[in-house]
């Protein structure tokens, strides 16, 4: 996972802290997910038959001209599910995140931040 702005002590935080949890909440593509800043999270998502490591995770804040402030991870888990891992909203407000495979978008979740 790369991150940018953020202290190397968090990046160790945030490992251990996703190698020990047991459950992750599944995204809904139709439900905004209410979420805080300076907060990792972890989610569940449907791969819709892709293989999770083919998809590209990509991220914007609405009104702002960049992206998210890390590289999110996609695990592979059982029943064409993925771990969505390392996602980190840094600025309050409207977020959209996409997980794609080529030009193609498979998926795409709201924030509010």
């Known amino acids: 996972m790369k991150l940018t702005r953020l202290p190397f002590f968090i990046l160790l935080y945030v490992i251990s802290f ?4 047991g459950t992750f909440t599944e995204l809904n593509e ?7 800043t300076n907060t990792f999270y972890s989610f569940i998502v ?3 038959g892709y293989q999770c490591e083919k998809l590209k ?3 914007f804040m609405f009104g702002h001209a960049h992206g998210l402030p890390t590289e999110p991870l996609l695990i592979t888990k059982p029943n064409n599910k993925c771990l969505l891992d390392g996602l980190y909203f840094n600025m309050r407000g409207q977020w959209k995140v996409k997980l794609s495979i080529g ?4 998926s795409d979740y709201s924030f509010s931040i």
């Open 18 to 21: 996703n190698a020990f949890a």
């Open 30 to 36: 139709n439900i905004k997910l209410d979420a805080k």
């Open 46 to 48: 449907d791969s819709k």
């Open 57 to 59: 995770v990509s991220g």
């Open 103 to 106: 030009d193609d978008v498979v």
